[in-house]
Nanobody, 120 residues
Framework: QVQLVESGGGLVQPGGSLTLSCTAS????????MGWYRQAPGNERELVAT???????NYAESVKGRFTLSRDNAGNTVYLQMNNLKPEDTAVYYC??????????????WGQGTLVTVSS
């Protein structure tokens, strides 16, 4: 089993900043990728930013230049630094991990979600 613990959501004014963090724990054999997705009311869940084990970063066009994804040396915690936040960034943000629990058992885990509200 894999657990993802998220923190850092909240209310911020337009132009403000927030940092989300997500820590994975459990019997992980190998992490393929970790990152963040978001879902606004009435919309489908969409990718925000991910990083794979090889260090390749992937960002949604709408957040490039404003959001930065980083990870710790152990590779099981990721941080999403969000700057210059806009009202359209308002959503529930979900941490995601894809990897393996063993040589054959894959895992695609989601956190419980953390709400980010950008409003004046």
């Amino acid at each position: 089993q894999v657990q993802l613990v998220e923190s850092g959501g909240g209310l911020v004014q337009p132009g403000g900043s927030l940092t989300l963090s997500c820590t994975a724990s459990g019997n992980l054999f190998r992490i393929i990728a970790m990152g963040w997705y978001r879902q606004a009311p009435g919309n489908e869940r969409e990718l925000v930013a991910t990083v794979n084990a090889g260090g390749a970063w992937n960002y949604a066009e709408s957040v490039k230049g404003r959001f930065t994804l980083s990870r710790d040396n152990a590779g099981n915690t990721v941080y999403l630094q969000m700057n210059n936040l806009k009202p359209e960034d308002t959503a529930v943000y979900y941490c995601n991990l894809r990897g393996y629990l063993s040589y054959v058992d894959s895992v695609d885990a989601w956190g419980q979600g953390t709400l980010v509200t950008v409003s004046s």
